[in-house]
């Protein structure tokens, strides 16, 4: 069964750090871009970053560009993301998605459960 | 690229074939997709490529378009299918979703 399983949200204060985590399973990781997706309360859905099969393609949202940063470990089936300088708007719902296409960039097929981000003084 | 749907929230009836449109700002040929999201889950890819049904999508969805003019039509609606429902762009980045359609029961 393919499946993502996010981790590593909780609470901080403004201009703290989070390390978010996707662990993959049921595909071949190394063969997908992956992505964050974040939803705060009651709201729609954000388009964080992106990062490519073998992480030669890194794209961010203008909103988190500078602050975050996406990475991958292909050996581990894992997706990260390092947030930094957190501000209240970042509270949110934080989905790790995989791509659809085999080594290309495509819609997002299979989503996490998601990861609550909550920042808060 | 922003995307605009519209409406923002629909009412419809069980059977009824409802229409939602996704405008974007600039072209973006087929690069887009559409999800549906139920309270306290994740989103669901419905189609990719802007028409291509992904498997397991019951055939009453479809959708269609290019450049920047899309539709999600559902030719008749379920009970399972009152959601909330994005389009999604993935012709360049920044990557941006539409405000969503909530669709409601009438």
């Known amino acids: 069964e393919v499946q993502l399983v996010e981790s590593g949200g909780g609470s901080v204060q403004p201009g703290g750090s989070l390390r978010l985590s996707c662990a993959a399973s049921g595909f071949t990781f190394d063969d997908y871009a992956m992505h964050w997706v974040r939803q705060a309360p009651g709201k729609g859905l954000e388009w964080v970053a992106s990062i490519s099969w073998s992480s030669g393609g890194i794209g961010y949202a203008d909103s988190v560009a500078g602050r975050f940063t996406i990475s991958r470990d292909n050996a581990k089936n894992s997706l990260y993301l390092q947030m930094n300088s957190l501000r209240p708007d970042d509270m949110a719902l934080y989905y790790c998605?995989?791509?659809?296409?085999?080594?290309?960039?495509?819609?997002?097929?299979?989503w996490g459960q998601g990861t609550m981000v909550t920042v808060s003084s | 690229i922003q995307l605009t749907q519209s409406p923002s929230f629909l009412s419809a009836s069980v059977g009824d074939r409802v229409t939602i449109t996704c405008r974007a700002s600039?072209?973006?040929?087929?690069?887009l997709a559409w999800y549906q999201q139920k309270p306290g889950k994740a989103p669901k890819l419905l189609i990719s490529?802007?028409?291509n049904l992904q498997s397991g999508v019951p055939s009453r969805f479809s959708g269609s378009g290019f450049g920047t003019e899309f539709t999600l039509a559902i030719s008749s609606l379920q009970p399972e299918d009152f959601a909330t429902y994005y389009c999604?762009?993935?012709?360049?980045?920044?990557?941006?979703f539409g405000q969503g359609t909530k669709l409601g029961i009438k």
């Open positions: 600039q072209g973006i040929d087929n690069y």
């Open positions: 998605a995989k791509d659809m296409a085999v080594s290309q960039w495509g819609a997002f097929d299979i």
């Open positions: 999604h762009q993935l012709n360049s980045y920044p990557y941006t």
């Open positions: 490529a802007a028409s």
